[in-house]
């Protein structure tokens, strides 16, 4: 079964910083890999598809790269703003194509 | 609908009562998907359907659970007595394809058993 790994769990930065988020997959046959902001009390929002044979997707301020033979990928925040306060998820497609299977996010909090 | 619409937002149970979920997705996405979400946890898939066709409900943790998506759009998952360990937000999200372009997912019904 796939295991997803996000590091840090938490993480607190002064805004205005740029901060990398770390998410490992142990199953390098991924269909996709996606990064997702979840606020309290909400649903999930897509930030970031990456295709399996893409390196990286950017958007704004934000940038994801994925190696998938050595299972890893990133999300680059640059320049933080209070407002990107939340806990973002990387996710895993398989290659079936259907289910997703998640990390356990990390908590963002940019201090103004 | 402009989104993934679920209902309700918040469902308290009493332990060993029967409970309805209902997942409304966007407007001509073929495959719905439900996860579970634990306090503090990522979301773990439940089941996946396309279309009418339910093709995958490997996630789903005992017999207790069943889902249905019988013309295709709005889904339900339904939990028969319900236990405290079945307390968790509840996830849909629907996609356009298999690829998972426009994978969209709704704001959840948080289910506490007491």
């Known amino acids: 079964k796939q295991e997803v790994t996000q590091i840090p769990a938490a993480l607190s930065v002064p805004e205005g910083e740029n901060l990398v988020l770390n998410c490992s997959f142990t199953?390098?046959?991924?269909?996709?890999l996606q990064w997702f902001r979840q606020d309290p009390g909400k649903g999930l929002t897509s930030l970031l598809l990456?295709?399996?044979?893409?390196r990286e997707q950017t958007s704004g301020r934000l940038n994801a790269s994925l190696d998938k033979s050595s299972g890893r990928s990133t999300l680059y925040i640059a320049a933080s703003q209070p407002g990107d306060s939340a806990t973002y998820l990387c996710?895993?497609?398989?290659?079936?194509?259907?289910?997703?299977?998640f990390g356990t996010g990390t908590s963002l909090t940019v201090i103004p | 609908g402009a989104g993934v619409s679920q209902s309700p937002r918040y469902k308290v149970a009493k332990r060993g009562q029967d409970v309805a979920l209902r997942c409304d997705p966007i407007?001509?996405?073929?495959?719905l998907f439900w996860y579970q979400q634990a306090l503090g946890q990522g979301p773990e898939f439940l089941t996946y359907?396309?279309?009418?066709?339910?093709?995958?409900k490997s996630g789903l943790p005992s017999d207790r659970f069943f889902a249905e998506r019988p013309e295709g759009s709005v889904s339900t998952l339904k939990i028969q007595r319900t236990q405290q360990e079945d307390s968790a937000v509840y996830l849909c999200?629907?996609?356009?394809?298999?690829?998972?372009?426009?994978?969209?997912f709704g704001s959840g019904t948080r289910l506490t058993v007491v």
């Open positions: 199953d390098s046959a991924i269909y996709n």
């Open positions: 990456i295709q399996s044979s893409q």
């Open positions: 999200a629907s996609s356009l394809d298999l690829g998972g372009r426009g994978y969209t």
């Open positions: 996710a895993a497609q398989s290659n079936t194509g259907n289910q997703f299977y």
């Open positions: 359907f396309q279309n009418e066709a339910q093709l995958d």
């Open positions: 407007s001509g996405h073929v495959s």
